[in-house]
């Protein structure tokens, strides 16, 4: 998983200084990846090395303000739409992305689901023509058949997100939603 | 460029009146060549049954050219497309569709007896089918008799026999485990390979993974399509992770 485009990602909304980035990290994956601060602070330096991030000057400590740069947002969007189709199970980041995007105002999640639907099945289809090309090959079919189930499970995690987004009025993540707006639902409720 | 065997153009299917009308179709543009097998993806309610019935002339769109063989649907008359039907048009379906009262190898020879063939032709022509998909030896036993793997070869045998051009199967493999299921995939695209222009509709995966082309379907409408690409290795050369 990548922290740096998370991070990325949370700056594209508005501009943020490096605890509020934490805080935020943590309520939109669930709290299932605590980070430090230390860490936080490492990956907004190194963001900032490379130019995809900028922060005012005159400001130093936990109040400095970071925020998007052009390219900052060209490497965002480049990451969103990447394939993760190298050898380490790809879920996890897949999630993340899918958490990120839900929360940016621009996206049209249907549109990328698609995209990441379409570059899986592509994927499945080549393993699929390879095991049928090599027919006499049992190890060749049965690791074709291991890497299909992965591929096929996270088609089916992607149609069921499909499926729950389209479902839900407001297409937040739950734990976003209590973190990010418990004032305004409170009084909400009293009126 | 090889034939085109079907051919969809503008096809639209609303089913019921306004104002609680419903919009299977919205517009579908698809074409499959001679030698093709393409797979309609996409989730339940999205229209892919009703674009194969559609397809296959089981049905009428409510507007647009569906062509088969080059000739078009809506100008044929009944008798024709009856014709079209059975000497053209082999449908697969989930859950077979063999006849009870006839043995495996009467399924596959009856379309050809319908459609005027004398019985000893027809029977011949039914064994080699039954050959093809390794189940010769069962040509005298009845459904019943049957696995739910030689049910499912009888019934692409029937539908592949005799001069067929174009095969239509609505999630074929059905309830088979994922071996048998395989097996099924397989001759499909072998008799697409022969020449057969293969139209597969699924929802999952692995199924429509088998075919050249992956289309997807979403609300009735085509929204996106696979194209091939390089293996999965190829990525790794450029694989790059922060």
């Known amino acids: 998983m990548s922290v740096r485009h998370a991070l990325l990602a949370l700056l594209a909304e508005q501009p943020r200084y490096g605890l509020q980035l934490r805080q935020e990290f943590e309520a939109r994956t669930g709290e299932v990846w605590p980070l430090n601060v230390g860490q936080v602070y490492t990956t907004l330096q190194r963001l900032e090395r490379d130019g995809l991030v900028e ?35 790809p879920r996890d980041e897949l999630v993340i992305k899918m958490l990120v995007a839900l929360r940016m105002p621009d996206i049209d999640v249907a549109a990328l689901l698609q995209s990441h639907r379409r570059q899986l099945v592509e994927t499945m289809q080549w393993y699929t023509h390879m095991k049928a090309d090599a027919d006499h090959d049992l190890g060749l079919a049965l690791l074709a058949d291991s890497e299909l189930f992965r591929l096929e499970a996270v088609v089916r995690w992607l149609d069921t997100v499909d499926s729950r987004v389209k479902q839900s009025a407001t297409p937040l993540p739950l734990a976003a939603r209590s973190v990010a707006q418990p004032t305004r639902r409170r009084q909400g409720a009293r009126r | ?103 495996a190898l009467e399924n596959v020879t009856l379309p050809l007896e319908l459609d005027g063939t004398r019985a000893k032709a027809a029977r011949s022509i039914g064994m080699a089918a039954l050959e093809t998909l390794g189940i010769a030896d069962r040509s005298e036993r009845f459904p019943d008799e049957l696995s739910g793997g030689e049910r499912q070869r009888v019934a692409i045998a029937r539908a592949v ?82």
């Open chain 1, 55 to 89: 922060s005012d000057d005159h400001e130093e400590g936990p109040q400095k303000t970071y925020r998007i740069t052009a390219d900052g947002s060209v490497e965002l969007d480049v990451w969103l739409h990447t394939p993760d189709t190298g050898v380490a199970p």
């Open chain 2, 1 to 103: 460029m090889s034939e085109l065997v079907l051919e969809l153009d503008g096809v639209t299917k609303t089913y019921g009146e306004p104002p609680t009308e419903v919009h299977a179709l919205r517009g579908v543009d698809l074409t499959v060549a001679a030698g093709e097998l393409v797979a309609v993806m996409g989730p339940s309610g999205s229209g892919k049954s009703t674009l194969l019935t559609i397809a296959g002339s089981l049905e009428e769109a409510t507007s647009g050219a569906v062509r088969v063989l080059g000739e078009s649907l809506s100008g044929m008359s009944r008798n024709r497309r009856a014709a079209l039907r059975r000497r053209s048009i082999g449908y697969v379906f989930q859950d077979f569709n063999l006849l009870a009262g006839l043995s």
């Open chain 2, 161 to 242: 026999v005799g001069e067929r051009a174009l095969l239509l199967a609505d999630e074929p493999t059905g309830a088979l485990d994922s071996v048998n299921g395989e097996a099924v995939m397989k001759l499909i695209r072998a008799a697409c390979k022969r020449g057969l222009a293969g139209v597969i509709v699924t929802h999952d995966a692995q199924l429509a993974a088998w075919a050249d082309r992956v289309v997807f379907v979403r609300d009735g409408s085509i929204v996106d399509q696979t194209s091939a690409r390089l293996g999965p290795e190829s990525l790794l050369a450029t694989e790059s992770r922060s």
